[in-house]
């Protein structure tokens, strides 16, 4: 099974590529489309440190995993208006002009622009945005060029199934390890941001550039202060943790582990799916996406090489049951702690 990382930087190359990553995917965020932030941003990383800078970075790591074996993917990923479909249209160009034609994408206008205007030159790969549910899903995707899917977290394994039975398994790709949300891929603005209060002032806050999390934070404390509730879901809402909004983004008590973990912050760090590794190969997976974009080198480098173990094992496991015993005792190892159900991907 191939490990698919998010990568920030030409320096974590060589690094991702030791620790046992084979393919790689980056968004890139330069001065001119720095502008779309207001909205969504191109390739839905809103910050500078979760970004390439330029084409020349892309470029560098292309030329480096490629002479691996390895792939590598840019994020085109959001939905866009007329000014960011311009701004999308204007690095899909410079992406072909520069020989760097794998991409990750979501929006139909720009998934008929590329079979228009470069008919199967570009990898392309549907986001989980593109909420890939069925097969007739899949089928008018790939008639406008896409290539590879990676199913949203909410499926389980035998839907999944039920979608690959129709087509190459080899096509399919899964999120593995890393962040998670409980609401659903490709639907989680629409079910997150109720509330005109809530939507106005998220919006402000990112015109002003404020970092995202902490605009996110700030506006999921004063709608819980003023409704008693939240509008926002997530692992630290989670119905196990018996704890308001306000008690978890205070770390007052109710849920001190999960308060401290978002302090300091770790809140997606803990997110599994690896007992499901037994089920993905029954059905013929062969990628794995950890979606770490936002992640620091070294947290990297620990979930690759922690899956990279999980999927070694798989051979030497004789059932389901004992490899699910091997992944919590996995899970505790590398990261201190026993296995929680509230982050557990497919269970």
Request: hydrophobic share 35%.
């Amino acid at each position: 099974m191939r490990i698919n990382t998010g990568i920030t930087s030409p320096k974590e190359t060589k690094k991702l590529l030791r620790a046992g990553a084979e393919c790689f995917y980056a968004g890139i965020l330069s001065n001119r489309n720095r502008s779309a932030i207001g909205t969504i941003g191109i390739n839905r990383r809103f910050s500078a440190q979760h970004n390439l800078a330029s084409i020349d970075q892309a470029r560098q790591i292309f030329e480096e995993v490629s002479a691996q074996g390895a792939k590598f993917f840019i994020t085109v990923n959001s939905f866009y208006d007329n000014e960011t479909f311009d701004q999308a249209r204007e690095l899909v160009e410079n992406l072909a002009k520069n020989n760097i034609k794998s991409i990750i994408a979501a929006d139909l206008g720009l998934l008929y622009f590329l079979n228009k205007n470069y008919p199967g030159e570009f990898e392309i790969q549907a986001s989980t945005m593109s909420v890939i549910e069925n097969n007739d899903t899949v089928n008018v995707l790939a008639d406008l060029g896409v290539d590879r899917f990676v199913f949203p977290r909410h499926l389980r394994p035998e839907e999944m199934k039920s979608i690959i039975g129709h087509h190459d398994p080899s096509k399919f790709e899964v999120f593995i390890f890393g962040q998670r949300c409980f609401f659903e891929d490709g639907h989680c603005g629409f079910q997150h941001g109720s509330g005109p209060e809530y939507s106005f002032q998220l919006g402000r806050d990112l015109i002003n550039g404020f970092f995202p999390m902490r605009s996110l934070l700030n506006m999921r404390k004063k709608y819980a202060e003023k409704y008693k509730t939240s509008p926002l879901g997530c692992n630290m809402l989670s119905d196990e943790f018996s704890c308001s909004p306000i008690n978890i983004l205070n770390g007052e008590q109710g849920a001190p582990e999960t308060a401290a973990r978002m302090k300091q912050g770790h809140r997606f760090i803990l997110s599994c799916g690896l007992c499901a590794l037994w089920d993905f190969r029954e059905i013929g997976i062969t990628s794995l996406k950890i979606p770490n974009r936002s992640e620091p080198t070294r947290i990297k480098i620990h979930q690759i090489k922690l899956v990279a173990e999980a999927v070694k094992h798989l051979k030497n496991i004789d059932s389901r049951n004992k490899y699910e015993v091997f992944c919590k005792d996995l899970y505790r190892r590398y990261l201190g702690e026993s296995c929680n159900h509230s982050y557990c991907y497919y269970g």
